[in-house]
């Protein structure tokens, strides 16, 4: 099993930033693959980024890249998503979640995390 509880979250004017935290613990070294998701109010919980562990490559949904940057700190088994230039239509609750298989397949959630933008 793997515990996720995600931090940082709050309320920003559009054009700021946030940076969310994912503090990971329990079966850590299971873990291939961590994401953020998330998902708005009357919408689908959607893809944003995503980190492997053993390579630390990354994936970006079109809508957050070249503003948000995912990044890891493995002495801390943390995962950080870095939110620049915010706008209204990132207002949602954000979710880190764990792979542990390197499939795609995210069998761990966080609580999550609440960011809303102002205009």
């Known amino acids: 099993q793997v515990q996720l509880v995600e931090s940082g979250g709050g309320l920003v004017q559009a054009g700021g930033s946030l940076r969310l935290s994912c503090a990971a613990s329990?079966?850590?070294?299971?873990?291939?693959?961590m994401g953020w998701f998330r998902q708005a109010p009357g919408k689908e919980r959607e893809f944003v980024a995503r980190?492997?562990?053993?390579?630390?490559?990354?994936a970006y949904a079109d809508s957050v890249k070249d503003r948000f940057t995912i990044s890891r700190d493995s002495t801390k088994n943390t995962v950080y998503l870095q939110m620049n230039d915010l706008k209204p239509e990132d207002t949602a609750v954000y979710y880190c979640?764990?792979?542990?298989?390197?499939?795609?397949?995210?069998?761990?959630w966080g609580q999550g995390t609440q960011v809303t933008v102002s205009s």
């Open positions: 980190i492997r562990r053993n390579d630390g490559s990354t």
């Open positions: 329990g079966r850590t070294d299971t873990v291939r693959r």
């Open positions: 979640a764990a792979d542990p298989s390197d499939y795609l397949q995210y069998d761990y």
